[in-house]
């Protein structure tokens, strides 16, 4: 502000300056001397009014920088707020209200992209949690602390099942494929579930960067049809306890199921396999696929299937 006033005083005082000179060789000094004081002031006054301007831009350019500041702090905030919360919800010795946490979370990364990827990470650790089935459902004369424990593992596992779809949802990108997802699609998203024991699992027709399932129990059929990877697929030493479909499944990075155990059926047909797939060590209780006999060494009807290492560019079963 001081450098503006001594701009402006130089200016009004240099224009009146100069326009005073002019006026000493008008026919009418005396008049033209005081059209030059005014003139000059008038500059001066000018050249004020355009810097008081500039200053008024400047302060509410500045005062918007702040409430922008402020907002998107407290949009952080609330983020964080909803974010502990629905966490701590997770915790709760209730079903219900771990599902609410399950539920609160969904809208926090639904509305908020960039919090979509650590929403999923703590779907996944939930999920990776130790869980032990519920078994059969006790008689009615069983014991109460028996009948509690299989209430109990009753609701999580709803709870676990809501979190399996709240993933598959969100990781289906809808008929328009990648190009046009739907708004509920939540792109490059990887997965981390090792150790996990999953119930009724499906990625079916889902698009996932890196998916980790090593040493994973599917309990219930575990649905890839149309399932795409982007980046690497970890099944190593995963046991698939029912129906394993891989069916269209496409494999962008390396598929690795080392090790893993198919106990019942599983198929691949049409899965395409555009890097490494890795079967050395699986174990197939009932025929080896058909579409996957191209790695093994030799194709057998159950049993362990030995040299199942290979590595073939857009391979696709038949």
């Known amino acids: 502000m001081v450098a503006a006033a001594g701009v402006v005083a130089a200016v009004a005082w240099g224009a009146t300056a100069w326009l005073l000179g002019e006026a000493n060789q008008a026919k009418d000094p005396a008049a033209a001397r005081v059209e030059a004081i005014k003139t000059g002031l008038s500059i001066g006054a000018g050249t004020g009014g355009v810097f008081a301007l500039l200053l008024a831009v400047r302060r509410q350019w500045h005062q918007e920088l702040t409430a922008a500041a402020t907002n998107l702090d407290a949009a952080e905030k609330r983020v964080t707020e909803l974010y502990t919360k629905a966490a701590d919800q997770l915790g709760s010795d ?14 926090v990364a639904q509305n908020n992209p960039d919090q979509r990827q650590t929403i999923v990470n703590v779907l996944c650790a939930y999920l990776r949690m130790p869980y032990t089935p519920r078994g059969n459902k006790p008689a009615d004369d069983a014991d109460q602390d028996v009948i509690k424990n299989y209430i109990e593992r009753t609701q999580e596992r709803e709870v676990r099942l809501t979190a399996q779809r709240l993933l598959t ?86 598929a690795g199921f080392r090790s893993a155990t ?15 797939a890795d079967f050395q060590s699986a174990t197939f209780k009932q025929a080896v696929p058909r579409e996957i006999e191209r790695f093994t060494s030799p194709a057998s009807q ?13 391979t696709t079963g038949s």
């Open 262 to 276: 198919f106990n019942a059926m599983a198929g691949f047909r049409s899965a395409t396999f555009n890097a490494m």
């Open 169 to 254: 949802e969100h990781l289906s990108p809808g008929d328009g494929g990648v190009t046009a997802p739907v708004a509920t699609f939540w792109a490059d998203i990887s997965l981390d579930l090792t150790y996990a024991t999953l119930i009724t699992f499906s990625l079916a027709n889902c698009v996932v960067e890196t998916a980790v399932f090593r040493l994973a129990t599917f309990n219930g059929s575990a649905d890839f049809w149309s399932a795409t990877f982007n980046a690497m697929a970890g099944f190593q030493s995963a046991t698939f306890n029912a129906m394993a479909g891989f069916q269209s499944a496409t494999f962008n990075g390396s």
């Open 94 to 107: 209730k079903a219900p209200v771990r599902l609410a946490g399950l539920y609160a979370l969904e809208r």
């Open 302 to 314: 159950g049993g362990d299937v030995d040299g199942l290492d290979a590595s073939e560019n857009s």
